[in-house]
């Protein structure tokens, strides 16, 4: 039977909106969720994606500070995805640290600060310690996650709990190249190695969920209503986000690891819409290398993909409503009621 209390390792390449995810995960820790649940974040695992693992692991040290939360472990994870690139990804979002390089961040010192355990071995250590308790929430390239299966194997998987992922797309739409979603196309052998062994399905965010779907929150609310607060992180995040989303042109305000957070936080208000699927990532086409593929005609006689039982429960339409509620109360707006979703 599923334990009250879940236990959670949050997976990240430490950006802007990984961080976001990471405040709401560390703010949750003092409330009943819905259903009677807690939760307490018992590691932060860094990857490379958005940054290099360095400047990722540097990151989650920084928002621990911005939060006065240095009780949270943090593990250092992969470097580099399972095969190497061959393809040179030069656009960097987030800049080259994951912060726009604004600088003035917190100090940390990372040889006293970080955990000696590799990310991958924190893994397995924990879903060993606490069967069935521990929930993985996967923000970034799935490379920590995959080594731990490639590594453990039914030994890890057969004492996991849930897993919940940001990344991917339903109808091929890129965000790095014309066909495959960021965290996907940073490390699809890990994608691929993730999504083929799952003993349940994961809870997959995919990209076009995020990008479509109507949240309400304007650039200028997340900057001068949100921003307007004083507090340490609010403060940091404003300086990053100001700098990389005001010069590009944004008008709306998208966070999609912390829409994931949210959803799995408060499932039951954030999702509208959700589909089982049985999903593989595509490893070799010249033009879709690292996008997911949905099996559509699951349950016919003759299956596209063998006919393999679900592996996904992607989040097709989520709730803007309450997200707005729940990413005020993150960022410690007054006079947010976020007992009305627990």
């Not at 540097?58 to 943090?74: E, G, I, K, Q, S």
């Not at 590799?118 to 390239?141: K, S, W």
């Not at 083929?196 to 650039?219: K, M, S, Y």
């Not at 989520?318 to 005020?328: Q, V």
Request: hydrophobic share 40%; charged share 20%.
């Amino acid at each position: 039977m599923e334990k009250k209390e879940r236990l959670a390792v949050y997976d990240c390449d430490i950006g802007t909106d990984d961080a976001w995810g990471l405040a709401m995960m560390l703010r949750a820790e003092e409330l009943t969720l819905p259903g009677g649940r807690s939760i307490k974040v018992v590691a932060i695992t860094s990857v490379q994606g958005n940054t290099d693992v360095v400047n990722g692991t540097l990151n989650a040290l920084r928002v621990l500070h911005t939060l006065d939360r240095r009780d949270v472990p943090v593990f250092k994870g992969c470097a580099n995805p399972i095969v190497p690139r061959t393809w040179s990804y030069t656009y960097r979002f987030h800049g080259m640290d994951g912060f726009n390089d604004v600088g003035d961040y917190p100090a940390v010192d990372a040889d006293k600060e970080v955990q000696p355990e590799h990310a991958v071995n924190a893994m397995y250590r924990l879903a060993c310690q606490h069967p069935g308790q521990v929930d993985f929430l996967l923000c970034g390239p799935l490379t920590n996650f995959a080594n731990c299966i490639n590594l453990y194997g039914d030994a890890f998987l057969d004492k996991i709990g849930g897993v919940y992922i940001m990344g991917g797309n339903i109808q091929g739409k890129g965000n790095v190249t014309k066909s495959a979603e960021f965290n996907f196309m940073m490390d699809p052998e890990a994608a691929h190695i993730s999504l083929a062994h799952l003993r349940q399905p994961a809870l997959v965010l995919p990209w076009e969920t995020c990008i479509d779907g109507e949240f309400g929150i304007t650039l200028d609310w997340r900057l001068n209503v949100l921003g307007a607060v004083r507090h340490p992180f609010v403060e940091l995040l404003n300086r990053a986000e100001r700098s990389m989303l005001v010069p590009r042109g944004f008008v709306k305000w998208i966070s999609c690891d912390s829409l994931l957070t949210a959803a799995y936080l408060f499932p039951e208000a954030m999702i509208l819409d959700q589909r089982e699927y049985y999903a593989a990532v595509e490893l070799s086409g010249e033009h879709t290398r690292g996008q997911m593929v949905l099996d559509h005609l699951r349950g016919r006689k003759v299956d596209a993909i063998h006919g393999k039982q679900s592996n996904v429960r992607v989040i097709r339409r989520l709730n803007g409503e309450p997200f707005r509620t729940i990413i005020a109360w993150t960022g410690f707006l007054p006079e947010t009621d976020i007992a009305q979703l627990c």
